[in-house]
């Protein structure tokens, strides 16, 4: 099983909510990642979970907050977002082993819309 | 900076025709890796090739590892209107804190005419 899921698969809201994103996966991965991709552009990392520890940070603000409960889920809570945040956000995850090459496996997506 | 130069950025042929995609660097890879994405979709994961001068076969797709591991090559042969989707390579760094980080390309659009 190389499935990742994520919910909600569309999501729309205002500027001054509070909105959570889900990621899940159970292939028994140790690394887990959030992407931002905006149309036809290639996804963009922000944040990387190795161990349950965040790992890297790609300079994302502070609006965008990352949450890794426990080895198989993945949130990101989103408060104050600006228009330009709408975008597909991806989650993935990867074996740690280097006999897997990395290979990350994506999840469906959330298209968010902020208004 | 663009570690992973991909080309063409857009293609748009008939079907049965073959075609191929180059993604190059200057950097060394631990692994590289070509996705297939459809609009408001995830990436799905095509192949992983390792070893330098590595060659895999996935049906009517040849994916080639350059011996230095430093480019990749994606051929697909008699193209299909299903094939029709944004293509992405994407190499996985090789040391340190960046170890097994993702550099995508900039992806290619192909579109298959039937």
């Known amino acids: 099983d190389t499935e990742v899921t994520q919910t909600p698969k569309h999501l729309v809201m205002g500027m001054t909510n509070k909105k959570s994103l889900k990621c899940e996966q159970h292939m028994g991965h140790r690394a887990m990642y959030w992407y931002k991709q905006k149309a036809k552009k290639p996804p963009e990392l922000m944040f990387v979970?190795?161990?349950?520890?965040?790992?890297i940070n790609e300079s994302v603000p502070s609006r965008f907050s990352p949450e890794c409960p426990n080895s198989s889920l993945l949130n990101l809570h989103l408060h104050a977002l600006q228009p330009e945040d709408s975008a597909l956000y991806l989650c993935a995850s990867s074996s740690d082993l280097p006999s897997f090459g990395y290979e990350q496996y994506f999840g469906p997506g959330t298209r968010l819309t902020v208004t | 900076t663009q570690l992973l130069e991909q080309s063409p950025q857009f293609l748009s042929i008939q079907e049965g025709e073959n075609l191929t995609v180059y993604c190059n660097s200057s950097?060394?890879?631990?692994?590289l890796q070509w996705y297939r994405q459809e609009p408001g979709e995830g990436p799905v994961l095509l192949v992983t090739?390792?070893?330098?001068?590595e060659v895999k076969k996935l049906k009517r797709l040849t994916f080639q590892f350059g011996d230095a591991r430093k480019d990749s090559s994606l051929h697909i042969t008699a193209a299909q209107p299903g094939d029709t989707g944004l293509y992405l390579c994407?190499?996985?760094?090789?040391?340190?804190?960046?170890?097994?980080?993702?550099?995508f390309g900039r992806g290619t659009q192909l579109t298959v005419w039937p």
């Open positions: 090739v390792v070893t330098g001068g």
């Open positions: 979970y190795s161990y349950e520890k965040l790992s």
């Open positions: 994407a190499g996985a760094a090789e040391r340190g804190s960046t170890l097994g980080r993702l550099y």
């Open positions: 950097s060394v890879f631990s692994s």
